[in-house]
């Protein structure tokens, strides 16, 4: 960021994956406590976001409620959405982060962090991506750990392949992934 402020992250100390940042100690900065305009202001930051309530998905409009109870049914049962995305936090708890291998796709966004991991989406209020509310037009969609499939359905269809579901869930009943668009109904 290079801006002012302390900011303290050991895994950029890597000089093959990270040179640039290694050489210039970019995983250490420090600044003296009566120059620092940014880390006091930290706190107030977080608690502000924390509290901003999630959109709240509305029957009718954002999904649709037998469909949703139908999706609810295989999100904890034979699609194991619920492995990962725990109710009701819609994550993992504790240490959340994933290989490629393990989710089924290439390691191209994940090679860049510096744990080379994918981190498990919270999935509430996804409905608010796959409407492109308050977005512009071109970021609607964009699923996934990296924003490569562009609607909820391919979600759903890389899990049909990866984990070998059969029959596929898409052939079951093309509205149960209702549940993830109304991940607070349940």
């Known amino acids: 960021m290079h801006g002012k402020g302390t900011f303290f992250d050991p895994r950029l100390d890597n000089a093959t994956k990270f040179p640039v940042a290694a050489a210039n100690g ?10 620092d305009p940014i880390t006091p202001k930290l706190p107030a930051l977080q608690l502000y976001q924390l509290a901003l309530p999630s959109p709240v998905p509305q029957a ?9 109870a139908r999706g ?11 492995n990962c995305h725990v109710e009701p936090l819609w994550t993992e708890p504790g240490w959340n982060l994933h290989k490629p291998s393990e989710i089924g796709i290439d390691s191209f966004e994940a090679d860049r962090a510096p744990d ?30 990296d924003g490569r499939f562009n609607t909820l359905m391919d979600v759903v269809n890389h899990y049909d392949k990866f984990l070998v579901v059969h029959p596929p869930l898409f052939f079951q009943d093309s509205t149960v992934f209702c549940i993830i668009r109304n991940i607070y109904y349940s």
Request: glycine share 14%; net charge positive; hydrophobic share 35%.
């Open 60 to 68: 009718g409009i954002d999904f649709d409620k037998d469909a949703a």
């Open 116 to 145: 080379g991991v994918y981190k498990t989406m919270n999935l509430g209020g996804i409905f608010v991506r796959e409407r492109g509310v308050f977005m512009k037009p071109e970021n609607k969609g964009r699923f996934y750990h």
């Open 72 to 82: 609810d049914v295989l999100f904890s049962g034979k699609a194991q959405c619920n």
């Open 26 to 35: 970019f995983g250490h900065i420090r600044t003296n406590p009566d120059e």
